[in-house]
């Protein structure tokens, strides 16, 4: 067996040294001390050994000395033998290196300091704030919706603990029990869980919301957190760890739902970022109990300053229920509203044109033809997500370079309605993209290659595809609609360049999300309803399909026959501001019902209805 050599002199004085500079700028200065008292020792010592000292005593050289340690201009007008000059000058040197190594020492002890308030470790002290635990390019977006959100309350406070030295009010591990009492969770309103950037990030989620829901001394009230995470196993742990106290968004599921439904109806994205952005119409719960024993088609017509969603009836929340479903005593009522408290009862019902009302045409449903440019984890939930809408028969195929395409997308087990197909190809390739034929599909689906390429290369990616779509289209006089899956915001202003129909950032709609449950949590069952194919669903539908054309009309005439199909009206699309960002792409929501327009071809009318 091999002994390990005894460490000699030379070693064991580095390791003392290098212990000793390890504990901090105060030991620093304390040794520089020492050193600085070592040098005037030694030089007085010397002097008075060689009888220099030019008739001083050991005291005054001393002295003499130590003001030349700490100025060394003091020795300018100095005047003896050589020796004593010679003795001062080495002081003074001495002096130059203790000086210039003491004031490195405070500046960076200094700036450490300064780095570490920065950071923030001090326990936050505010109240009602909203705690967000976690980090991620989500937190932005987060950020600034929460503030949209409490802009008519007097204060607002957000609070971010994450492990990231970044514009962050307390820095620290979300998962510590201990960096957790610095965020003060136990006065904050709402508390928001970031997913990580990562391989696994339920598994940091889980682990956050742990700490938060399992400390022994936490408050006896229950918390409001709002969290995301990828899949339903994660879902039922959290759960499981929480109870009601967590309202989870599936994060993975969510984004496929949306993608589904925007692919199959232009402009539909646009409708969605003005019902879930705080800067415009979002959905409100209301208390209105003069509304008590009419029915939900009677609160349509009544309300003003918004417009009567569902009903929140023992916790649960239906949107679009019939319009004879009576309204008892207790419900509350989904708006969609510009603010909290913008809907009221108004004192009578607006004058509804009957003869302006167009009679409703049932068409057969056709087969659709779908085409999935790239691939991510996304892909096979949107497969089966279509699978809900299309006819039998309509079909999809999906390309990527990635070689898992062909089975992931080929082997989607329980397909009612599409045959899907995967093949490998190029989406960035022209020639390839011209094979395909894809003015031959009803719609395309670009979606951004994110989990096996960094977020900047699969946007680029993204972005290529789109352009060469666009110049297809202008080529054979053929318009089709385009949804593009983006990874950061700033690309989609980029990529508007290849005017596309629809642009979903995935980040942003859940950031919006979060913010949305957070201010409101009776807004989660809403969403969930919203966004599941077996709820009521928003749906851009043709106009003429509703009302007479090139006629100037009420908004209560279209909420009148919308009613009439058992749907609600949200508001309309102008196909002619389509393409103007300004103007919200042509949507507008909530526009009132004394609101009066003239609609033409090709415009939409936003409901709400079940399929």
């Given at each position: 067996?091999?002994?390990?050599?005894?460490?000699g002199l030379?070693?064991?004085?580095?390791?003392r040294?290098d212990?000793f500079?390890?504990?901090?700028?105060?030991?620093?200065?304390?040794?520089?001390?020492?050193?600085?008292l070592?040098?005037i020792?030694?030089?007085v010592?010397v002097?008075?050994?060689?009888r220099g000292?030019d008739?001083?005593?050991?005291?005054q050289l001393t002295?003499?000395?130590?003001?030349?340690?700490l100025?060394?201009g003091t020795?300018?007008g100095?005047?003896?033998?050589?020796?004593y000059l010679?003795?001062?000058?080495?002081?003074?040197l001495?002096?130059?290196?203790v000086?210039?190594?003491?004031?490195?020492?405070l500046?960076?002890?200094?700036?450490?300091?300064?780095?570490?308030l920065?950071?923030?470790r001090?326990r936050?002290?505010?109240q009602?704030h909203v705690?967000?635990?976690?980090?991620?390019q989500?937190?932005f977006a987060?950020i600034?919706e929460?503030?949209e959100a409490g802009?008519?309350?007097r204060?607002t406070?957000i609070v971010v603990?994450a492990?990231?030295?970044r514009?962050?009010?307390?820095?620290?591990r979300?998962?510590?029990?201990?960096?957790?009492?610095?965020?003060?969770?136990?006065?904050?309103?709402a508390?928001?869980v970031l997913?990580?950037?990562g391989?696994d990030?339920d598994v940091?989620?889980?682990k956050?919301?742990?700490?938060v829901?399992?400390r022994?001394?936490?408050r006896a009230e229950?918390?409001?957190?709002v969290a995301?995470?990828r899949?339903?196993?994660?879902?039922s742990?959290a759960r499981?760890i929480?109870?009601?106290?967590?309202?989870?968004l599936?994060a993975d599921?969510?984004?496929?739902?949306i993608?589904?439904?925007?692919c199959?109806?232009s402009?539909?994205?646009?409708v969605?970022l003005e019902l879930l952005d705080?800067?415009?119409?979002?959905?409100h719960?209301a208390d209105?109990p003069?509304?008590?024993?009419?029915?939900f088609?009677d609160a349509?017509s009544?309300?003003?300053?918004g417009?009567?969603a569902?009903?929140?009836?023992?916790?649960r929340?239906q949107?679009?229920?019939?319009?004879?479903?009576p309204?008892r005593p207790?419900?509350?009522?989904?708006?969609?509203a510009?603010?909290?408290?913008s809907?009221r009862?108004?004192s009578?019902?607006?004058?509804?044109?009957?003869?302006?009302?167009?009679?409703?045409v049932?068409?057969?449903a056709?087969t659709e033809?779908?085409?999935l440019l790239?691939?991510n984890?996304h892909?096979?939930?949107?497969?089966?997500?279509?699978?809900?809408?299309v006819?039998p028969?309509?079909e999809?195929?999906a390309?990527s370079?990635?070689?898992r395409?062909?089975?992931e997308a080929?082997?989607?087990?329980?397909?009612?309605?599409l045959?899907?197909?995967?093949?490998l190809?190029?989406?960035?390739?022209?020639?390839?993209l011209?094979?395909?034929?894809?003015?031959?599909?009803?719609h395309v689906?670009v979606l951004c290659?994110?989990d096996d390429?960094?977020p900047?290369?699969?946007?680029?990616?993204t972005?290529?595809?789109?352009?060469?779509l666009?110049?297809?289209?202008a080529?054979?006089g053929?318009?089709?609609?385009?949804v593009?899956e983006?990874l950061?915001?700033?690309?989609?202003?980029?990529?508007?360049?290849a005017?596309?129909?629809?642009?979903?950032v995935?980040?942003?709609?859940?950031?919006?999300?979060?913010?949305?449950?957070?201010?409101?949590?009776?807004?989660?069952?809403v969403?969930?309803?919203?966004f599941?194919?077996?709820?009521?669903?928003?749906?851009?539908r043709d106009?003429?399909?509703?009302?007479?054309m090139?006629?100037?009309?009420?908004?209560?005439?279209l909420?009148?026959?919308?009613?009439a199909?058992?749907e609600?009206?949200?508001?309309?699309?102008?196909?002619?501001r389509a393409n103007?960002?300004?103007a919200a792409?042509?949507?507008?929501?909530?526009?009132?019902?004394?609101?009066?327009?003239?609609f033409?071809a090709?415009?939409?009318v936003?409901?709400?209805a079940e399929r």
């Amino acid at each position: 067996m091999t002994r390990t050599p005894r460490a000699g002199l030379k070693e064991r004085l580095s390791y003392r040294f290098d212990r000793f500079m390890e504990r901090g700028t105060v030991a620093l200065i304390a040794g520089l001390f020492v050193v600085s008292l070592l040098i005037i020792a030694g030089v007085v010592l010397v002097m008075i050994l060689v009888r220099g000292d030019d008739g001083n005593d050991p005291i005054q050289l001393t002295w003499m000395a130590m003001m030349r340690t700490l100025d060394a201009g003091t020795m300018g007008g100095d005047t003896g033998t050589p020796g004593y000059l010679l003795g001062m000058l080495a002081v003074t040197l001495g002096g130059i290196f203790v000086i210039s190594t003491l004031i490195g020492i405070l500046s960076n002890g200094l700036q450490d300091r300064l780095a570490a308030l920065r950071k923030g470790r001090s326990r936050v002290l505010e109240q009602d704030h909203v705690l967000i635990l976690g980090w991620s390019q989500q937190v932005f977006a987060v950020i600034s919706e929460l503030i949209e959100a409490g802009a008519g309350r007097r204060l607002t406070a957000i609070v971010v603990l994450a492990d990231r030295d970044r514009v962050v009010c307390r820095s620290g591990r979300p998962t510590s029990l201990t960096d957790l009492l610095i965020a003060n969770p136990d006065e904050a309103r709402a508390i928001v869980v970031l997913q990580p950037e990562g391989e696994d990030p339920d598994v940091d989620v889980l682990k956050t919301i742990l700490a938060v829901t399992g400390r022994p001394d936490r408050r006896a009230e229950p918390y409001r957190i709002v969290a995301e995470v990828r899949d339903e196993a994660s879902a039922s742990i959290a759960r499981l760890i929480a109870g009601d106290e967590v309202h989870l968004l599936m994060a993975d599921d969510l984004v496929s739902r949306i993608i589904a439904q925007t692919c199959r109806q232009s402009g539909l994205s646009a409708v969605y970022l003005e019902l879930l952005d705080f800067a415009g119409d979002e959905f409100h719960i209301a208390d209105l109990p003069e509304l008590a024993g009419s029915t939900f088609g009677d609160a349509v017509s009544l309300v003003t300053g918004g417009i009567a969603a569902g009903i929140v009836r023992d916790g649960r929340a239906q949107l679009c229920p019939p319009p004879s479903e009576p309204i008892r005593p207790g419900d509350r009522l989904v708006v969609l509203a510009e603010d909290h408290g913008s809907a009221r009862v108004g004192s009578g019902l607006q004058a509804v044109e009957r003869d302006a009302i167009v009679t409703a045409v049932v068409r057969e449903a056709a087969t659709e033809r779908t085409l999935l440019l790239g691939w991510n984890r996304h892909g096979p939930a949107i497969i089966r997500e279509l699978d809900e809408y299309v006819a039998p028969g309509s079909e999809v195929i999906a390309v990527s370079p990635l070689p898992r395409v062909v089975v992931e997308a080929g082997e989607i087990a329980g397909l009612r309605n599409l045959r899907a197909e995967g093949r490998l190809g190029n989406t960035t390739s022209r020639p390839m993209l011209d094979d395909l034929g894809v003015g031959s599909y009803d719609h395309v689906v670009v979606l951004c290659e994110s989990d096996d390429r960094e977020p900047e290369m699969a946007d680029a990616r993204t972005l290529l595809t789109l352009l060469h779509l666009r110049d297809i289209g202008a080529a054979a006089g053929r318009r089709f609609s385009i949804v593009s899956e983006m990874l950061d915001e700033r690309d989609r202003e980029l990529a508007e360049v290849a005017q596309a129909d629809d642009f979903i950032v995935s980040a942003r709609v859940l950031s919006l999300l979060l913010a949305q449950i957070a201010e409101t949590p009776e807004l989660a069952d809403v969403f969930r309803d919203l966004f599941d194919a077996d709820g009521a669903e928003v749906y851009l539908r043709d106009m003429a399909g509703y009302v007479a054309m090139e006629r100037e009309i009420g908004f209560a005439t279209l909420q009148a026959a919308a009613q009439a199909r058992g749907e609600v009206a949200l508001g309309y699309r102008i196909a002619a501001r389509a393409n103007d960002k300004a103007a919200a792409y042509g949507v507008a929501l909530n526009p009132g019902q004394e609101s009066r327009m003239t609609f033409a071809a090709g415009d939409r009318v936003v409901v709400l209805a079940e399929r």
